[in-house]
């Protein structure tokens, strides 16, 4: 609030609960609010499961600050997001949780220039296009979302997926968009289901893009638990590829 641009790094963000949780949604997110004043830390944080890291490492709590007014939240899925993202949340004015799922450590590549850039929060990006319904995910889930486009496209199925990137601000132009395009939504996160930002989505086109849907809203999302510590129940709990790839033909077939 004096001129710093500190960036502050939980080594997982589950931990956050615990380290400065109070500070951040209590004070930094209020601080424009009660006097005028920009409080522009950046919080980084690993989440998600797959690590096989237990109840206590594995985490996707972004929920605790999408609900929270006067923070920004994003989560990049590629290395190209995280630098870009990433700077953009530095020079932002006020708070920013930096979600960074710890399974896209080491597994996803791709280039990052040396130049500087950035990527603007609150804007999603389209990976795939496709008319015949859309997939909305972000974080590592992307990959798996185009993974499952991908077998559907081998049935004829044209299937969108879209990237939030970032989910406080949501793009909400861009969801309503692909509503209104390809008549059928499918959301995706690691998130528990109750709670998670798919209901958020789901209002947001209910209420601006109902008349264009041609089948009901519908999510795949990791189950109302604590996430697994044995392996085969992870597995389980994290949405995957032929869970989407079933739920996206019982929208196709509606």
Avoid at 198 to 205: D, F, L, N
Wanted: aromatic fraction near 8%; glycine fraction near 8%; hydrophobic fraction near 40%.
């Amino acid at each position: 609030m004096c001129g710093m641009r500190p960036v502050a790094e939980l080594q997982f963000i589950d931990f956050i609960s615990c380290g400065g949780f109070d500070q951040l949604v209590t004070v930094a997110a209020k601080s424009r609010y009660r006097n005028g004043v920009g409080c522009p830390i950046v919080v980084r944080g690993p989440a998600g499961a797959g690590g096989r890291g237990g109840p206590f490492h594995s985490a996707c709590p972004e929920m605790w600050a999408v609900t929270t007014p006067g923070l920004k939240v994003v989560f990049p899925s590629t290395p190209y997001d995280a630098k870009g993202l990433l700077k953009a949340a530095i020079r932002d004015p006020d708070p920013v949780l930096f979600l960074e799922h710890k399974f896209l450590y080491r597994r996803i590549k791709g280039e990052v220039p040396k130049e500087d850039y950035t990527v603007p929060i609150g804007q999603a990006a389209e990976r795939r296009p496709g008319r015949d319904m859309t997939i909305i995910s972000y974080g590592a889930l992307v990959h798996t979302c185009l993974e499952a486009a991908e077998t559907l496209a081998q049935d004829g199925h044209d299937v969108r997926v879209i990237d939030l990137r970032s989910l406080s601000p949501l793009d909400e132009a861009a969801m309503i968009s692909a509503a209104k395009e390809t008549n059928r939504i499918l959301v995706v996160h690691e998130h528990a289901r109750r709670g998670g930002i798919a209901g958020e989505i789901m209002a947001v086109i209910n209420e601006h893009a109902f008349d264009y849907l041609d089948a009901p809203l519908a999510r795949v999302t990791a189950p109302d638990t604590p996430v697994p510590y044995a392996p085969p129940l992870e597995d389980a709990y994290i949405p995957q590829a032929d869970t989407i790839v079933a739920a996206s033909r019982e929208l196709l077939a509606y």
